[in-house]
């Protein structure tokens, strides 16, 4: 099976950087993705990373190690709308997609 | 606009009740998923569907069953419901091969009673 570890919660000021890690440990990897979910809300897609490297989309940007089984996503210029959670979600054969426990990112002014 | 459509925003049910959770999808995607989210658990799979009539078993498929007659809709089937059910559930829809972005549904807030 798949498992994917990511903190559970992440505090940061407004205007600041955050990062939030994700290793994960599966057979048949495709490609690593990000979603951010507000509460009471669906989750949305924010990235994907299929090679090793940074991708970079506006505030957000996301890295992958495939060596390393594992990547981040990084958040710029916090904004008080991006607390929300966010998930980091494995692609394996077949398109199955397995998702992390969430981290919950709380933006204090 | 895309669309993932769940029959209920919030459903009561009482324990022993077989239960219908019904996803309806708009953009003729092959793939579709059933999620249950837990508070400290994430989405957790369920079942998922590649195509019509096919399935395959995610993480945690006890207790449940699916079924997909016609590619934009994906059912879930709760046999006989239990209160360790009570979850939100999230349908999910994607391309196939090559694909990157799932889109869900808003959620079925699931009491069983």
């Known amino acids: 099976g798949q498992s994917l570890e990511q903190p559970s919660e992440v505090t940061a000021v407004e205007g600041a950087i955050v990062q939030i890690n994700c290793t994960y440990q599966?057979?048949?990897?495709?490609?690593l993705s990000w979603y951010q979910q507000h509460d009471g809300g669906a989750p949305t897609f924010l990235s994907y990373?299929?090679?090793?490297g940074l991708e970079e989309t506006g505030r957000f940007s996301s890295f992958l190690s495939r060596s390393d089984s594992y990547g981040y996503l990084l958040l710029q210029e916090l904004q008080m709308k991006d607390s929300a959670s966010y998930f980091c979600?494995?692609?394996?054969?077949?398109?199955?997609?397995?998702f992390g426990g969430g981290t919950r990112l709380m933006v204090k002014p | 606009d895309v669309k993932v459509t769940q029959s209920s925003r919030y459903l009561v049910k009482r324990t022993g009740e077989k239960v219908f959770l019904e996803c309806v999808q708009d953009?003729?995607?092959?793939?579709m998923f059933w999620y249950r989210q837990d508070p400290g658990l994430g989405l957790r799979l369920i079942y998922f569907?590649?195509?019509?009539?096919?399935?395959e078993k995610g993480d945690i498929p006890e207790g449940y069953s699916v079924s997909r007659e016609k590619k934009e809709r994906f059912s879930l089937i709760l046999e006989s419901a239990s209160t360790n059910q009570t979850s939100m559930y999230l349908c999910?829809?994607?391309?196939?091969?090559?694909?990157?972005?799932?889109?869900f549904g808003q959620g079925t807030r699931l009491t069983v009673v």
């Open positions: 999910a829809s994607s391309r196939p091969q090559g694909a990157t972005e799932a889109f």
């Open positions: 599966t057979s048949g990897f495709y490609g």
């Open positions: 990373n299929a090679l090793d």
């Open positions: 979600a494995v692609r394996t054969a077949g398109n199955m997609l397995t």
């Open positions: 953009m003729d995607h092959e793939n």
């Open positions: 569907s590649y195509d019509v009539k096919m399935k």
